[in-house]
């Protein structure tokens, strides 16, 4: 009765944590999905309501359940304090926020170059490169939801094998 126990918790413990990693890939899913929508909203505010991207940010900080709020709060109080200059300002802040998260380099680097793309173009201008990083951005969406669901399939089949395995083994 005990090795039944012992093998069940394996096997329990073998699918948990292929659970977690199929977790993360759904994780990166909603960050960058999130990104997307921060896209969006800059080309709304940009390109219709022609405010500047300081503002841009204060608007956003206002919406509660935006992923970023926060920070873009700060990057916002910063430029407009003239307590620093926005690229270095959005890269700290940024950088910061992106740490918490299980996105890959290539996946933070869409937000991080924000204000490298953007420069001192014009409102039109600033359209264009937003809808260039909001097409990357998708990119990256389409790739990463192939890879998921081929991979969260794949990761279940091993960890449920591999604790049945082990299970096996220690009998």
Known sequence: MLQLTGCVLIIAGCAGI????????????????VIRDIYEE????I???KLTVPETLLRLSEKERMLFSGE????????H????NFPETWESQIGKALAHTT????????LLNF?????????GAQTGALEELQRQTVNCIEELSMEQKN???MVMSLGIAGGVLVSILLL
């Open 18 to 33: 292929a659970a977690v990693i199929c977790r993360d890939y759904n994780s990166r899913l909603d960050t960058l999905m």
């Open 81 to 84: 304090n003239g307590a620093g």
């Open 47 to 49: 390109s219709y309501q």
């Open 103 to 110: 996105l890959n380099e290539k996946e933070k680097k869409l």
């Open 42 to 45: 800059f080309k709304y505010y």
């Open 151 to 153: 991979k969260n399939k």
């Open 72 to 79: 873009f709060y700060e990057i916002y109080e910063t430029v």
């Open 115 to 123: 204000p490298s793309c953007l420069g001192y173009m014009e409102g």
